[in-house]
Nanobody, 124 residues
Framework: QVQLVESGGGLVQAGGSLRLSCSVSGRTYNRNTMGWFRRAPGKDREFVAAINWSGGNTVYTDAVKGRFTISRDNSKNTVSLQMNSLKPEDTAVYYC?????????????????WGQGTQVTVSS
């Protein structure tokens, strides 16, 4: 079993930055691929970024490339999402997810464990 707890969400003006963190507990964390997803009001959940267990392979959706950076600290069992140059369209609930796969998939069906989510609101 793996437990995920997100933090760091909040309200920020367009152009600002936020850093989301996901604290992970449970077994085999260091071998898990970790992902961030988001769900905007009235929309389906969508992939944001993912990172493999070593941190050597990262994947981003095109909408956040160059603005967001995913990273992980295996010594602290945390994964982070640094979000810069935020836009109103980034407003969503952001979820951390975990999979035992070694590949950083963008498909949410590949992820087994999910956090409760943290709200990010970007005002114009």
């Amino acid at each position: 079993q793996v437990q995920l707890v997100e933090s760091g969400g909040g309200l920020v003006q367009a152009g600002g930055s936020l850093r989301l963190s996901c604290s992970v507990s449970g077994r085999t964390y260091n071998r898990n691929t970790m992902g961030w997803f988001r769900r905007a009001p009235g929309k389906d959940r969508e992939f944001v970024a993912a990172i493999n267990w070593s941190g050597g392979n990262t994947v981003y959706t095109d909408a956040v490339k160059g603005r967001f950076t995913i990273s992980r600290d295996n010594s602290k069992n945390t994964v982070s999402l640094q979000m810069n140059s935020l836009k109103p369209e980034d407003t969503a609930v952001y979820y951390c997810a975990s999979t035992l796969s070694s590949v950083p998939y963008s498909d949410s069906a590949r992820y087994t464990y999910w956090g409760q989510g943290t709200q990010v609101t970007v005002s114009s």
